[in-house]
């Protein structure tokens, strides 16, 4: 970070107490439903906003709804983790009026992605708490059996000493190694908060981006945004998620695809731009730290992220 270090979130305990909320996008209630009993059925007790389950034009509620479900939670001394129900859009309506305060005073665990990113980003620029970028409760538990690698890599972040994963592939860069804070998220939510108090600022950071149904050429922008708002060139290391959906679709003008997009980007940034991070709108993704220390080594044909879990001594 350029001024301080972040704060951990205090180590859940296990079994736990989770508070499910929604801050963004109507949730739908069978989904909903199923990821509470599947998370009771392992143990946990689970705690939902009765807000979740509402529905106002595209969102779970109003906003003063969504807001009033979500601190009602996070002033539950019993609740120690945070879990996010799904995603969309609606944090950006909310986020000058959640009491960053006390998110950062709770030092609870708060998970998810996608338009959550809009939440991971302002909890360290305005609470100094980091945070997980990970699964959500309907997307990841009440949609069918869980992913097994989602569900591990959950368990070992929040439970575990450290967690970590290599990546096969020809990267084209000599072997080597960088630390620094881990951060990221959805490209769209990044680029969007550049230039507010809300994207915080990190210095020699590990950076890990995805996007969702971008044609390419949108998504090559939205890096461009990153690079002028200077994001990029204070980077130790890019690495690349799933880009799903990020596919050309007018038949009349050049097809631009991801490949050349990487291009450029390896163009822009002074670090190492590395591809196949398993996280993104995908069932199989990493529990990934925002805001906190990680080492990247990469080897040949190979390269490797860890990170300590919340139970790390």
Partial sequence: ???????????????????VF?????????????????????????????????????????DAERLAGFHRLLDDPSIDVMLSARGGYGITRLIAA????????????FSGFSDFTAFNCAALARAGLATLHGPMLAVDFGDGEPDAFMRGHFEATLWGTH??????????????SASGTLWGGNLSLLAHLAGTPYL??????????????????????????????????????????????CTPRNPARYPYAMPEVVETL????????LEGLPFGHVARKLTLPFGMPALLALGTGEYTLSWPGLARP
Avoid: N
């Fill in 1 to 19: 970070m350029a001024d301080r270090e972040p704060r951990r979130p205090r180590p859940p305990a296990s079994p736990a107490t989770i508070g």
């Fill in 22 to 62: 929604a801050l963004s996008g109507a949730v739908d209630r069978a989904r909903l439903d199923e990821g509470t009993a599947r998370l009771r059925a392992a143990g946990h007790r689970v705690v939902v906003a009765e807000e979740a389950g509402r529905d106002w034009r595209y969102f779970a509620g109003t």
């Fill in 98 to 109: 959640i009491d960053w305060a006390r998110v950062g005073e709770s030092g609870k665990v």
């Fill in 163 to 176: 967690d970590s994963e290599t990546v096969a592939g020809d990267h084209g860069y000599e072997p080597g």
């Fill in 200 to 245: 915080p600022a990190v210095d020699g950071g590990i950076l890990f981006v995805e996007e969702i149904a971008e044609e390419p050429y949108a998504v090559e922008r939205l890096f461009f945004q990153l690079h002028h708002a200077g994001v990029l060139g204070r980077q130790r290391a890019i690495l690349l998620g799933d880009f799903a959906d």
């Fill in 266 to 273: 390896r163009a822009l940034a002074p670090c190492p731009v």
